[in-house]
């Protein structure tokens, strides 16, 4: 017998689905089983299993299954601990739940193996998003953040938002900021991107589908990654009507791009809301310990005639960006310094999300190191 140490009320991993054959039980998970063999486990195993929901301690299995298969009850569940298929639990956690399944979704993927489901339930409860944005799209983030079991959502509109979070300081602290304005060509992008950059503070922008692409991300952290303003100079370097993407840049921090109609598909709006609220849910994790996949990269949703598209794309910083440029106050790079500098790399767009088929977002003509805010020109 191993020496794992059990958990005081066991918890099989709740994505485990599992099945006794004649002579095994088989537990299986994504694209892996494991296996359980012999005339002990297939009598003693799915009676001990069906026990495992984190509502019994040890002593009470035990009790349930008869003092004499002792032994082996102990010697199983420190065969499933060894093979890491049991959790703790917390007999007061109301199983369940919405909470509950989003924390056992972020278990299951996110969080490391020392986080256990009653601290992630914990987290999630404690923690407080603000969602920022007009239109249906915003409003099924916030419906499905209330629905993952977060513990407050603030809705506020495009027009009062950023200047609420500038003026309510102390309410906002270590509130997640979401961003999904009704229109990808919104000002309160840029208000809020301005704030966040005076403040330190991280923020997530959701943008709805264009008839091109839903953007999902990036997570915009001051100092450290691009900022919105980045992001827009990518995004017009990869068009070929650059003068035009400029000048509505511009209208849209004058809030004077108007819309015609609201024409997107309520599924459309879900679809990107789903994976938005997701992955935004894993910022409520311990940020040393959880990988932050939107954390300066994108996701890029579409839809055309033959099907769906998913890209990842990564943003890097513009060197001359006027808002977060560290090199913003010097001069203008002279036409010699191209030379010195490399283009980004591409390395191809694919549908799966994954950090060796990264896109740079977006790959346009220039090297970043030249990259010109031409928009400062044309005020
Ligand atoms: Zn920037």
């Not at 999630?124 to 007009?134: E, Q, R, T």
């Not at 650059?242 to 209208?251: F, G, L, N, T």
Request: hydrophobic share 40%; charged share 20%; with cysteine.
């Amino acid at each position: 017998m191993n020496e794992s140490v059990l958990p005081t009320r066991p918890l099989l991993q709740p994505w485990r689905d599992y099945a006794v054959t004649s002579d095994r039980v088989i537990l299986r998970h994504a694209e892996g089983a494991i296996v359980f063999e012999g005339r002990a486990s297939i009598t003693l195993l799915p009676e001990l299993l069906s026990r495992l929901d984190g509502s019994r301690t040890v002593p009470e299995l035990v009790s349930e299954l008869g003092e004499p298969a002792e032994a082996a009850v102990l010697q199983a569940l420190h065969q499933l601990a060894g093979h890491g298929l049991l959790h703790e639990s917390d007999s007061t956690a109301v199983d369940g739940t919405e909470r509950r399944r989003s924390a056992r979704a972020l278990a299951e993927v996110a969080a490391g193996p020392a986080l256990t489901l009653d601290e992630i339930d914990d987290r999630l409860a404690s923690a407080n998003f603000v969602v920022i944005g007009d239109g249906p799209l915003a409003e099924a983030i916030a419906s499905l953040l209330v629905t993952s079991g977060v513990g407050s959502v603030d809705r506020l509109s495009e027009r009062e938002g950023p200047a609420a979070l500038a003026e309510g300081k102390e309410r906002w602290v270590g509130a997640h900021v979401l961003v999904a304005p009704g229109s990808p060509y919104a000002r309160a992008l840029s208000d809020v991107n301005r704030w966040a950059l005076s403040t330190g503070v991280d923020w997530m922008q959701v943008l709805p589908y264009d008839g091109h692409r839903s953007v999902i991300g990036p997570v915009f952290a001051p100092g450290q990654t691009g900022c919105y303003h980045c992001f827009r100079l990518r995004r017009r370097a990869a068009i070929d009507f650059h003068q035009e993407a400029i000048e509505i840049d511009a209208a849209a921090d004058s809030g004077s791009v108007r819309r015609s109609g609201e024409w997107r598909a309520p599924s459309q709006d879900l679809a990107v809301a789903g994976q938005a609220v997701f992955f935004a849910l894993w910022h409520v994790l311990p940020q040393d310990s959880t990988p932050l996949p939107l954390l300066g990269r994108a996701i890029a949703m579409g839809w055309t005639m033959v099907g769906p598209t998913i890209e990842d794309h990564v943003l890097y910083r513009v060197p001359r960006c006027r808002e977060c440029g560290r090199a913003r106050d010097t001069g203008v790079p002279q036409p010699w310094t191209a030379a010195t500098l490399s283009a980004p790399t591409h390395a191809g767009t694919s549908a799966q999300m994954g950090p060796h088929d990264a896109e740079v977002f977006l790959p346009g003509p220039a090297a970043p190191g030249v990259e010109a805010d031409t928009s400062a020109m044309s005020r």
